[in-house]
């Protein structure tokens, strides 16, 4: 393994983290300053109506900037601009489409959505004014932009910005003993900034590489003559991104359904601390994918033991982080109320699911360099139907511990699946 590759690889990351742990922190202390000044009734109401949009932007989230970082490395790195400049220009508009029929889903299906979370009439209104904050999501192309030129240091700065704006408007919010419409405010306006500003930051980038702009040459048809190859990607990470995020969000709106806005709002607490593994993960898997993706480009050597090497510290981290939740749970979680204590054992489990999802994520990113993204997306599909089903069998009779075993029992399925997948290709 080249040393430069893995300092490369760990530089970026450190970055990435340093942005994340950021973002986590002000994250925590904004959801914590809500939890405080509403009750857990109107607390859960926020994080259902989020949740919400959340789930319908990654149900037409086409995760672009995955096909521009395995298709554009190689035409960066040979000088190709006029094929790196049609291969943004598809996802782009891929992109914008993807925003527009989200928010047209949005503003459709509030009405369908509350009654299986128990919505009044208001929150349904509220929930399809809301969607139109989906009109700003088209940030695939600017995300994977910034990878491709590696600006990751670019990224750890978007990273904060949403989190931060809801930390600095929550605390005001709170000081002032706002309602529960200026929090939702509050949550719209910094999902609304950081879309807008990672779009024109990474158009900013593309400007700062080439001279020319990237609709030049444009042509309607562009869409349909994309190569098979394209497509099949494409829809590969489609349904990928689909496992991955609708499972977490329609888990939190399943934890509305069967134990009601407070049981959402503690169970959305719970797997917020779990973010500290999980985002990390994603974090690892991002970083590690376009370098991956580099050395067996140039058919250079060590491409296992980068990704062993980063699982064995990924694994460690997460395992002394699930073994301090356990006295530090309850303590923690009573500071934001005594209501949300009871959610401590729920809390442990769930870091222990994101420690698996975290040691896991190098394999992906292995998985998908070596052109195993169907595999991985066939694993990732029976771990988020095994989780869901679960989620639902053992909530029931065990109240909110139930979601937390069946993450990890997903989360341990994933884990092992990945581990075989990669052996395969020694």
Do not use: C
Not at 9 to 15: A, E, P, R, T
Not at 211 to 228: A, K, V
């Amino acid at each position: 393994m080249s040393k430069t590759n893995a300092q490369r690889v760990f530089k970026n990351f450190g970055v990435v983290l340093r942005g994340r742990g950021i973002a986590a922190a002000f994250n925590m202390v904004a959801l914590a300053l809500m939890a405080n000044a509403l009750s857990p009734v109107e607390f859960g109401l926020v994080v259902l109506l989020h949740t919400y949009v959340l789930a319908i932007r990654g149900f037409l989230n086409f995760r672009t900037f995955e096909a521009i970082v395995k298709y554009g490395v190689p035409l960066h790195a040979s000088g190709d601009n006029d094929g790196l400049r049609k291969l943004l220009r598809i996802t782009t508009s891929i992109d914008v489409m993807a925003s527009i029929v989200a928010t047209a889903l949005g503003i459709a299906a509030a009405s369908i959505t509350g009654k299986f979370v128990h919505w009044d009439t208001q929150m349904v209104t509220i929930a399809a004014i809301y969607s139109l904050t989906l009109l700003t999501t088209a940030t695939g192309t600017p995300n994977g932009v910034l990878r491709l030129y590696d600006r990751f240091d670019v990224l750890g700065i978007w990273y904060t910005i949403s989190p931060g704006i809801r930390f600095f408007g929550v605390v005001v919010a709170w000081f002032f003993d706002a309602e529960m419409l200026v929090f939702i405010g509050v949550w719209a306006a910094a999902f609304v900034f950081e879309n807008i500003w990672i779009y024109l930051r990474g158009h900013r980038e593309v400007h700062q590489h080439m001279s020319e702009s990237i609709w030049r040459g444009f042509r309607s048809r562009e869409l349909r003559e994309t190569s098979p190859e394209f497509r099949h990607f494409m829809g590969v990470i489609y349904w990928q991104t689909n496992v991955d995020l609708l499972p977490k969000h329609l888990a939190v709106l399943l934890a509305g359904s069967l134990l009601g806005p407070a049981g959402a709002g503690m169970f959305r607490l719970a797997n917020d601390f779990s973010t500290v593994l999980s985002k990390p993960g994603l974090m690892l898997r991002e970083v590690l994918f376009p370098d991956l993706s580099r050395m067996l480009h140039n058919k250079e050597a060590g491409f296992h033991e980068l990704g062993y090497r980063a699982v064995r510290i990924a694994g460690a981290s997460g395992l002394l982080m699930v073994l301090l939740s356990i006295p530090l749970g309850a303590p923690i979680l009573g500071i934001i109320g005594q209501d949300y204590t009871a959610a401590a054992p729920l809390m442990t489990l769930m870091l222990l699911a994101a420690t698996f999802e975290l040691a896991g994520s190098p394999l992906r990113a292995a998985a998908y360099a070596l052109g195993g993204a169907g595999t991985v997306l066939r694993i990732y599909a029976l771990s988020s139907f095994v989780y869901l089903s679960l989620f639902y069998v053992f909530t029931l009779p065990l109240g909110l511990i139930g979601p937390g075993i069946a993450a990890s029992i997903g989360g341990v399925l994933t884990l092992v699946r990945l581990m075989l997948l990669v052996r395969t290709y020694h």
